[in-house]
């Protein structure tokens, strides 16, 4: 069974940069497609970015495209995010997401929340004005 940590977040003051990490345990992440999610408060849980199992594909947000990169380091069994030039409303809480159950394509990547079947406890950013 698969297990999903993130870390990383915390306060930090606009046009700061942040690293969120999301390591896994108990399997190895490398086959699945993963993405991370945000939910800020009174409203409903967001795709930010995802990246295919391969890592050769990726898709962002529109509003952190060009801000926020997420890559995978198979060997470390983690996927990370980093976020540059931010902004007070990328104030939320984090969750990485892995798809674990179907098949995906080498090049696939998931937006909706449906996909994905397994999902970390949450990691709270904060960015001050």
């Known amino acids: 069974q698969v297990r999903l940590v993130e870390s990383g977040g915390r306060l930090v003051q606009a046009g700061g940069s942040l690293r969120l990490s999301c390591a896994a345990s108990g399997r190895t992440l490398s086959s699945y497609p993963m993405a991370w999610f945000r939910q800020a408060p009174g409203k409903e849980r967001k795709v930010v970015a995802a990246?295919?199992?391969?890592?050769?594909?990726?898709y962002y947000a529109d509003s952190v495209k060009g801000r926020f990169t997420i890559y995978r380091d198979n060997a470390k069994n983690t996927v990370y995010l980093q976020m540059n030039s931010q902004k007070p409303e990328d104030t939320a809480v984090y969750y990485c997401a892995a798809r674990r159950t179907s098949y995906s394509a080498s090049r696939s990547v998931y937006t909706d929340e449906s996909p994905y079947d397994c999902w970390g406890q949450g990691t709270q950013v904060t960015v001050s004005s």
């Open positions: 990246i295919s199992w391969s890592g050769a594909n990726t």
